[in-house]
Structures are given as structure tokens and as C-alpha cells.
């Protein structure tokens, strides 16, 4: 590819992040050996969800997922993440997706609460804590087949 082309091919990318810029985050669907889901309470929103976040230029979703899992929950995944569905979450803004994944982890050590997460911890599917979000139940429904997978978060 000539120089001439390389510098077009970037201009275009340049105007798309612009133009059409999308933001992009990982959650997964995290349960250790006994079954159980692994679930966070942030600081900064109400409800229990499941783990995950950004995923910043320059990282794949699957980097971001570990990541994510390491740091909110010192969680290791154990064998291959599954992706299982992208969503558009409008509820975040008009350009943000997530990609779910469905994990199989480890806890390599509890997590202490801090700033960004004040509880977490590991639930039986039939006695998940008061206050878990909608779209976390909404997840394990799809999950488990009870209901298609949906577009919107």
C-alpha cells in the first residue's frame, strides 16, 4: 500500500471516530466452580451488577474482560471466556455497546471494599441479593434460555 493510500485509509479513520465514534465495554457473567454468579456493588450507581467496564483504545475486548474482572472482583478466568452477545446500551449514551461474556473464574483473594466497589460477592442463581439490577436478571434469563437474547441492554 503506497503512502498516499496509508494517509487516506488514516484520514478515514480519523473522521469515523468522529462522524460515527462508538464507545465499547465488557461485563461478563462470572460463576465459580459451585455454581454461584459473581456480583458488585458500585459507589457510584445503585443495584448489584456484574463486573466489567471500559475497554480502552488499543485493547481487546477479551484483555478488557480480564482486566475488569481482575480489578473489581480478583477474579482469574478459569479456561476460555464465551462471548455470548453484543448489546447497544442507549441507557449509557447513543453510542455505547457491550459485549457479555460468560465466564467460568476463581477468586484469587477476597476483595476488600475501596472508591469503585463497596461490596461484592458470589450468589446462589435462586437467592441473588435485594437491589440486583433489571438488566443483570434480565442476562441470567438469557443465559440460562429462558428468553431470547435482546438488542438493548
Known amino acids: 500500500m503506497s503512502w498516499k493510500s496509508k494517509l487516506l485509509m488514516r484520514f478515514v479513520h480519523v473522521y469515523f471516530a468522529f462522524a ?19 456480583l458488585v456493588r458500585h459507589s457510584y450507581v445503585p443495584g448489584w451488577h456484574m463486573p466489567g467496564g471500559g475497554v480502552e483504545r488499543n485493547e481487546t475486548a477479551e484483555a478488557a474482560l480480564v482486566k475488569e474482572l481482575r480489578e473489581e472482583g480478583n477474579l482469574r478466568v478459569v479456561g476460555q471466556a464465551q462471548l455470548f452477545h453484543v448489546y447497544y446500551n442507549q441507557s ?5 455497546h457491550v459485549v457479555f461474556y460468560r465466564v467460568d473464574v476463581e477468586q484469587t483473594a477476597p476483595r476488600t471494599p475501596d472508591r469503585e466497589i463497596v461490596e461484592c460477592g458470589f450468589f446462589a442463581l435462586d437467592a441473588l441479593p435485594d437491589g440486583t439490577t433489571d438488566a443483570t436478571r434480565r442476562r441470567l434469563r438469557e443465559l440460562n434460555g429462558d428468553e431470547p437474547a435482546a438488542h438493548y441492554w
Open 20 to 38: 460515527r465514534g462508538m464507545t465499547m465495554g465488557v461485563r461478563a457473567a462470572c460463576f465459580d466452580a459451585s455454581g454461584r454468579i459473581f
Open 92 to 96: 449509557a449514551s447513543r453510542r455505547d
